[in-house]
């Protein structure tokens, strides 16, 4: 395990980048992939042992030459998301819907497909998806239908792709970048609200994901799970 190449898409903040962490503390080579040039510069500073690429995962046009020229490795881990699609069934944009599957459901798609060439057959491919796809939360249909499509691919991919394993996380309220929409105040009042619903008694944080991750790739009898590493909030919810 420890000659293996991890690719981790969307690697360069939250649980991506956590995930990078703990597979090169476990020995493994990783590749980090990220839209935003700048930012990825500085996720490589603070994991000088990984390798780093520009890849936006919505141009679907670039990703066949992007992944062939990275050349073959064992794993695909598939960080990245949206926030759009929150908000009342009643009253939420339709075009917020769509955006949302624009920007987590066909990027996740069309990674998976480009990357298929390159992944090594016994290796794998772990979609992170959320709890939201699993739990019943008002104000979540949009955002919650996005991220059930990306789960249902994994039980269907782990049969079509053996004996490539195929694995997915679906994460609970992570203490990550993706909550910077709100103000500091708010977010950490949000937090706090979670906090008290959850069996665990906090909210989670992007080492608690890449932990799960980590798990689903090093342990070759795992496919077709979908882990909830939410701390039991879709109990609570």
Known sequence: MSSQHVVIVGGSSGIGLATARQLLGAGLNVTIAGRNAQRLDEALRSVPQAKGIVMDAAKTETLNE????????????????SGKGLGPFASVSLGEVRQSFEEKVFP????????????????????????????????????????????????ILAVELLPLRVNGVSP???????????????????????????????????????????????????????LLCDGGLRWAS
């Open 66 to 81: 992007i992944f062939s020229g990275l050349g073959m490795f064992d794993h695909l881990v598939l960080a990245f998301g």
């Open 108 to 155: 996740q798609f069309a990674v998976a497909q480009a990357a298929l060439p390159s992944l090594s057959k016994h290796g794998s491919i772990t979609f992170i998806s959320s709890v939201s796809a699993h739990a019943a939360m008002p104000r979540t249909a949009g955002i919650s239908a996005a991220n059930a499509a990306v789960a249902t691919l994994v039980p």
């Open 172 to 226: 609970g309220v992570i203490d990550t970048p993706w909550w910077d929409f709100l103000p500091a105040e708010q977010r950490q009042t949000v937090f706090a609200e979670y906090a008290g619903k959850t069996p665990v008694g906090r909210v989670g944080t992007p080492d608690d994901v890449a932990k799960a991750v980590t798990f689903l790739i090093t342990d070759d009898f795992m496919s077709g799970h979908v």
